[in-house]
Nanobody, 117 residues
Framework: EVRLVESGGGLVQPGGSLRLSCAASGFTFSSYSMSWVRQAPGKGLEWVSVINSGGGTLSYADSVSGRFTISRDNVKNTLYLQMNSLRPEETAVYYC??????????WGQGTQVTVSS
């Protein structure tokens, strides 16, 4: 059974940092690209970042480029998102997604990030 379990969300002040984690199980993690997607209250889904299976190719939405860093540990089967200089408008549920847009796409349950003073 495929499982993706996000953690690390919480309340942070504007300008602060958080590191999200996504623990994967039930599939060969090192064989699949992984993404982060977020959904702000009352808004649609927004793709944030993607990393290829080996971790050597990364891509970011323009809105987070230079502030967020995606990474993965294929030994620990874990995906990460380091988020710096957070803004109030980045309050959202952040989802970890396996193979986004491809056969076998799978979403985690999400973790809430709230940026507020």
């Amino acid at each position: 059974e495929v499982r993706l379990v996000e953690s690390g969300g919480g309340l942070v002040q504007p300008g602060g940092s958080l590191r999200l984690s996504c623990a994967a199980s039930g599939f060969t993690f090192s064989s699949y690209s992984m993404s982060w997607v977020r959904q702000a209250p009352g808004k649609g889904l927004e793709w944030v970042s993607v990393i290829n299976s080996g971790g050597g190719t990364l891509s970011y939405a323009d809105s987070v480029s230079g502030r967020f860093t995606i990474s993965r540990d294929n030994v620990k089967n874990t995906l990460y998102l380091q988020m710096n200089s957070l803004r109030p408008e980045e309050t959202a549920v952040y989802y970890c997604v396996k193979s986004i847009g491809l056969p076998g796409e799978f979403w985690g349950q999400g973790t809430q990030v709230t940026v507020s003073s």
